[in-house]
């Protein structure tokens, strides 16, 4: 947090105090007192957008509170609606931050958290109302003993690596000096660098990743292009063969240049689980009815089971149709010529709603030891066969960070000699 | 659960959940710490997680005695006594588990200024983050009394066996083709071996966790995957 805040902060809160020895009495003024306190520090300490949000709020604020407060004469039950007017409002302010936000009471206890933070830390779910019950996050529980104690606002960086990398920058910002339970503390406000963050380094990894492993098939390709411009200048037969394996080669640059930028693309936005209700079943239907070629060509006969009807989860139509793409015909190219590859679609009986889907195929199988490996990006299990196949190392990497992205699960299962199946499973919508 | 009568005896068990998941965060953000010491060669972040290791003994120390004073005083029976028994337990396993990423970054201060190969740094990046997501959701089923998501991180202790018996095999085989690797080796070996045994870790902890909840030990045994000890690699 800027010192300007800091130092406004402070100037507000002498002023404060000496308006609390004042007019102590003057319940429903000092809670308006609390109220703009509270709208100045978040607007200070937040975007312009949310400096917006919070004027207009304060505005509502002003035109919503009781002109009574001049009064001198006051009835209990005045009082009481002013507070629970008070309360509403500096709970309305919180969930008027366009960032995850929460308020702590003097013990670090939870009393209010706006929607994106309730999203994000699903505070509710534990017994205790105490920060670290839901946030462990051991530089961020420093600033908020820190913050309780010294009355001194601090910032933060908090960095999750699972189930997806986020990096959060979180300030505690003190609010109230008096140690009343029910009364805000402490305020906390998240900005998410993450974005910004994937960015940089999606370029970064793009670019090794692209050059280290396009650069053998362009050095074949020079060689071949060397070749035809020398010794085999006359020859039509070499000429031939070397244009076709020039064109498989560029034929296979061109599909791992694609690979890399949807594996790229689904990793940017990891972080973000999808919002849109989409059904399994013609989803699967279209796969396999895109595929159908394929299958006919390598002769594997391909079947769909979906007996669940109406299996609707959260997803992206897109990437789930390009996870089970994948998986498919992986199951066909590393199937048994003349076998079969059988998709299912089943509900899993545990509670929540999970469904699954799973991809078998009667194959040779894939030993233990490269089962758990699969998923990484360019790990192959046999180099040459995945060459054979067009494979660009980077399947199996795109269908994990999907499944990531929905929250959902891959397994993979396998006995050598008998086949493998792939299963995704995924998280019902209710 | 029912209230105490006794206001601060709450309190009490409460400050118990709070210093298990102080630690628990310390823990967390060691491992990764120390792996991305190793991952990054860089031996700044390595010396400051292993200075780190100090932090989590303090929280463990306050906390035992906590438990003791607790008994001493409370003489808790019933749910109570098997909470503060879990706590103590279970901050036990997670001072383990920091000493075991401890020696990680230590080893990752020793092999800061070696090459290692690409794919060995992703098998053992992918077991991390495997460990990391165990000991997450074991500590948020303690936070949240879920004997559920323990039972689960208990049965896919299993992926980080199987994850440890690849890198096993591959790192030997890198030893094999060339003596030269085998200082570096060795040291990611052992890397790996430590997360394996933080994955056990997290499965203890999943035990006590489905104690205090329901009462009794987990019944079953635990599927296991990791043959390294009985396995022996020859140069082909």
């Known amino acids: 947090m800027p010192h300007s805040i800091q ?152 960095h999750t690596r699972v189930p997806v990398e986020r990096r959060l920058l979180a300030t505690a910002a003190p609010l109230e000096g008096v140690r009343t339970p029910g009364v805000p503390a402490l305020l906390i406000t998240f900005r998410d660098l993450t974005e910004q963050d994937r960015l940089t380094r999606m370029r970064a990894d793009f670019i090794a990743n692209a050059s280290h492993e396009l650069r053998t098939p362009l050095a074949s390709l020079k060689g071949y292009v060397e070749t035809l411009q020398g010794n085999a200048k006359n020859d039509p037969a070499a000429r031939d063969r ?7 080669q560029a034929e296979r640059m061109s599909r791992l240049v694609g690979d890399l930028l949807s594996l790229s693309r689904v990793e940017m936005r990891e972080y973000l689980r999808p919002t849109d209700r989409v059904e399994l079943g013609p989803i699967l239907s279209e796969v396999a009815h895109t595929l159908e070629p394929l299958s006919k060509q390598a002769n594997v006969k391909l079947t769909l089971a979906c007996p669940e009807a109406e299996a609707i989860v959260l997803g992206d139509r897109d990437e789930l149709i390009q996870v089970f793409q994948n998986l498919v015909q992986n199951a066909i190219k590393y199937g048994r010529t003349g076998g079969k590859v059988d998709v299912r679609l089943t509900r899993e009986n545990t509670a929540p709603l ?3 889907v799973d991809v ?12 758990p490996r699969l998923t990484e990006r360019f790990y192959r299990v046999s180099t040459a066969a995945s060459r054979e196949r067009g494979g660009t190392g980077l399947g199996l990497a795109i269908v994990k960070h999907i499944v990531n992205r929905h929250r959902g699960e891959l397994r993979i299962s396998s006995t050598l000699g008998e086949g493998s199946t792939f299963t995704v499973v995924l998280a019902g919508a209710d | ?106 080893r990752a201060l020793a092999v800061s200024g070696e090459n290692h190969p690409k794919s060995l740094m992703t098998g053992l990046k992918h077991m991390v983050e495997l460990a990391l997501s165990q000991l997450k959701d074991v500590l948020d089923g303690y936070a949240e009394r879920d004997a559920e998501k323990a039972v689960a991180v208990w049965r896919r202790d299993e992926r980080i066996d199987a994850m440890y018996n690849s890198l096993f095999r591959e790192l030997l085989t890198y030893m094999m083709e060339d003596p030269r690797n ?22 203890n902890i999943a035990e006590n966790i489905h104690y205090l909840v329901h009462g009794m030990p987990l019944a079953d045994d635990r599927p296991k995957s990791d043959d390294t000890a009985t396995t022996l690699i020859r140069k082909e």
């Open chain 1, 354 to 356: 999970r469904y699954r």
């Open chain 1, 7 to 158: 130092e406004l902060w402070l100037r507000l809160s002498d002023g404060f105090e000496t308006s609390l020895a004042r007019v102590s009495a003057r319940r429903n003024e000092l809670l308006y007192v609390l109220a703009l306190l509270l709208l100045l520090v978040v607007a200070g300490g937040l975007s312009m957008r949310a400096a917006v949000v919070a004027l207009a709020a304060s505005a509502a604020a002003a035109a919503m509170w009781p002109s009574a407060g001049s009064d001198d004469v006051y009835r209990s039950g005045v009082e009481a609606a002013d507070a629970g007017m008070a309360n509403r409002l500096w709970r309305a302010v919180i969930d008027a931050i366009p960032e995850p936000a929460f308020a702590l009471d003097h013990d670090g206890n939870l009393l209010h958290a706006n929607r994106m933070a309730e999203e994000q830390f699903n505070p509710r779910r534990t017994r205790s109302t105490h920060i670290a019950s839901f946030i462990r996050d051991p530089e961020l529980l420093t600033a908020v003993e820190e913050a309780l104690e010294t009355r001194q606002g601090n910032t933060v960086e908090l």
């Open chain 1, 242 to 248: 070397f244009l076709k394996t020039m064109a498989e």
């Open chain 2, 182 to 203: 085998i200082g570096v080796c060795t040291h990611l070996l052992f890397a790996a071996k430590n997360i394996e045994r933080i994955g056990d870790h997290t499965t």
């Open chain 1, 360 to 371: 078998q195929d009667d194959g040779q199988g894939i030993a233990p030891q490269h089962l």
């Open chain 2, 1 to 106: 659960m029912r209230d105490h009568i006794v206001k601060a005896y709450d309190q009490e068990l409460q400050s118990l959940d709070k210093k298990v998941a102080q630690m628990g965060g310390l823990v967390e953000r060691l491992l990764a710490q120390a792996f991305d010491a190793m991952e990054k060669r860089d031996p700044q972040l390595a010396e400051a997680a292993s200075a780190s290791d100090a932090a989590v003994d303090a929280p463990e120390r306050e906390l035992q005695e906590q438990a003791i004073l607790m008994i001493a005083k409370r003489q808790p029976l019933a749910h109570d006594l098997r909470q503060v028994m879990t706590a103590l337990k279970i901050a036990g396993d997670l001072e383990r588990t920091g000493d075991l990423a401890k020696n990680i970054a230590k």
